[in-house]
């Protein structure tokens, strides 16, 4: 076992991790984490945590994410000390690039682990289809937000478009599953 707790964040983050889940990966290193619960399904609504104050997301508005997520760290809201066990060597935070939870609580939370909580951090990015200038601005944001002490992955949506005939959705699945 790799002893790593893997959190999503946001919708992309969330539907990666619920892949895991679905192959079988362990249910107890998996965390959901959120600025709305309307994406996720019903059945995995206990593994989720919603920061904010149930603004119902935060769009790709990355600021407002960012905004949402310390507001909830100050007050003690989310509490990332108790998402991690002694026995977990590290955190993988997987999100899209371009949305707006996912975007802009993984340079935060990846702060936090490394130096509060003291684990080895990992990203893994899902760049989209780079054809919506907002999201590429996000992208190129969290990427400079980004520290050189984690390890970072990327995972390109568009690279299985061909190979889904053009359809989106079946690439980001394949995403997810490459994942």
Request: charged share 25%.
């Amino acid at each position: 076992m790799l002893n790593f707790k893997i959190i999503g964040c946001g919708a992309a983050g969330n539907k990666a991790a619920i892949e895991l889940l679905k192959s079988g990966y362990d249910d107890e290193q998996i965390i959901l984490i959120n600025s709305t619960a309307k994406d996720i399904d019903p059945k995995y609504k206990d593994k989720l945590i919603i920061f904010g104050k149930g603004l119902g997301g935060c769009g790709k508005e990355r600021s407002l994410g960012k905004q949402m997520i310390m507001d909830d760290l100050k007050n003690g809201k989310i509490v990332p000390e108790g998402m991690t066990s002694s026995r977990d060597r590290g955190v993988i935070l997987v999100g899209s690039t371009e949305g707006g939870s996912g975007s802009s609580i993984i340079p935060i939370l990846a702060k936090y682990f490394k130096e509060v909580v003291g684990v080895n951090v990992i990203c893994v990015l899902f760049f989209g289809f780079q054809d919506d200038t907002r999201g590429l601005q996000n992208s190129i944001e969290l990427a400079q937000e980004l520290s050189n002490e984690y390890t970072i992955v990327g995972i390109s949506n568009a690279k299985f478009l061909k190979s889904c005939n053009n359809n989106r959705f079946r690439a980001e699945l394949k995403a997810n599953e490459h994942f």
